[in-house]
DNA sequence: CTCTCTGCAAAGCCTTTGCACGGCA
DNA sequence: TGCCGTGCAAAGGCTTTGCAGAGAG
């Protein structure tokens, strides 16, 4: 992939910014409302804001708690409704950890990643690996299969204890 | 470790045969209900027999279906917690693919797997990449995390149709 | 005879759904 | 005004738990 490099903010194509990402988000939200009909309520609206606003990785009650703090009347369901919205539309992944909960992070645009967590302070880090994801793809050819997709999660927790306190999340 | 082999078997200590792999997770069961006070009770040995004969990666429903073939006596909550004395005790291992149901597979002595999941067939495949877990270890490390376990697995769907089918299962 | 185990049913937990009302378009 | 969206509460799906009776040691 070319490293175009973009003469206004120094971003190369290859790692937009985090608020062009954001950007290109919302466009896709919006295009794929049109394009389903779906209506912008006061609920969607405030729901998607937070999600946008928020770091990802959140279970469906804190961004419910977030949500009521300046709406206090949205609804359980709302939430749940409109978080599957913004998963079918593609801004958002629903991951599952090890903790029965659903928890959505905002999509990134054209690159996989998978994550590390801390079980100590409940950290949630991203990480991508080429090499481990060319290995995945050996490996699932020799035993005959077609990958689709994969689920990798490390669990450990931050060596330095400065960083890694139960009362930090 | 030694690759010592067995004079009597040919197998080395390093690749037990699965007959004696069972033997010794039987052992460890054993031992580890004396340690506990806890009783060897027909239904207990049921579930067990019937699990240590499977392949493994069974949910509860599986199991107890098979049970009750034998014993249809056998209650729901009696396979929950014997399947749970079973993980305690280090001879199972308990694992959560993408269905929300809960699957228990036969533990390996000394190394860890991870899965490969047909999504077409639900044939489950085992795998072990000592590449995959040496860049894991170092990718955690470059980040500050001390791993303790991980979770990977690979979904798609076996190449050969001939081999793949819904209605293999 | 004591103390654990079992089976049933109920309770938990998170997520999804049904339905009447409310509010975009 | 016609429909979609919302909120409440109830229903689902799987797992866990409480309890009285059964059984191992």
Same mark, same amino acid.
């Given at each position: 992939? *070319?490293? &175009? @490099?973009?003469?206004? %903010?120094?971003?190369?194509? =290859?790692?937009?910014?985090?608020?062009? $990402?954001?950007?290109?988000?919302?466009?896709?939200?919006?295009?794929?409302?049109?394009?389903?009909?779906?209506?912008?309520?006061?609920?969607?609206?405030?729901?998607?804001?937070?999600?946008?606003?928020?770091?990802?990785?959140?279970?469906?009650?804190?961004?419910?708690?977030?949500?009521?703090?300046?709406?206090?009347?949205? *609804?359980? &369901? @709302?939430?749940?409704? %409109?978080?599957?919205?913004? =998963?079918?539309?593609?801004?958002?992944? $629903?991951?599952?950890?090890?903790?029965?909960?659903?928890?959505?992070?905002?999509?990134?645009?054209?690159?996989?990643?998978?994550?590390?967590?801390?079980?100590?302070?409940?950290?949630?880090?991203?990480?991508?690996?080429?090499?481990?994801?060319?290995?995945?793809?050996?490996?699932?050819?020799?035993?005959?299969?077609?990958?689709?997709?994969?689920?990798?999660?490390?669990?450990?927790?931050?060596?330095?204890?400065?960083?890694?306190?139960?009362?930090?999340?």
């Amino acid at each position: 992939m *070319g490293q &175009a @490099t973009n003469s206004k %903010t120094g971003q190369s194509k =290859a790692a937009p910014s985090k608020g062009a $990402e954001l950007a290109e988000l919302r466009r896709r939200l919006e295009s794929y409302m049109d394009s389903e009909g779906l209506r912008s309520t006061e609920q969607r609206r405030a729901v998607t804001e937070e999600f946008f606003r928020s770091k990802g990785h959140l279970t469906i009650d804190d961004l419910l708690a977030q949500v009521r703090k300046e709406n206090p009347k949205v *609804g359980y &369901a @709302t939430v749940y409704r %409109t978080l599957k919205m913004l =998963a079918d539309s593609g801004v958002a992944n $629903e991951r599952h950890f090890n903790d029965g909960l659903s928890r959505y992070e905002i999509a990134h645009l054209g690159h996989h990643h998978d994550h590390l967590i801390c079980t100590e302070c409940d950290a949630i880090l991203e990480f991508e690996d080429e090499e481990i994801e060319r290995l995945q793809e050996e490996l699932a050819r020799k035993k005959g299969f077609q990958l689709t997709r994969h689920k990798h999660e490390l669990y450990g927790h931050c060596i330095s204890p400065k960083y890694c306190r139960k009362d930090k999340k």
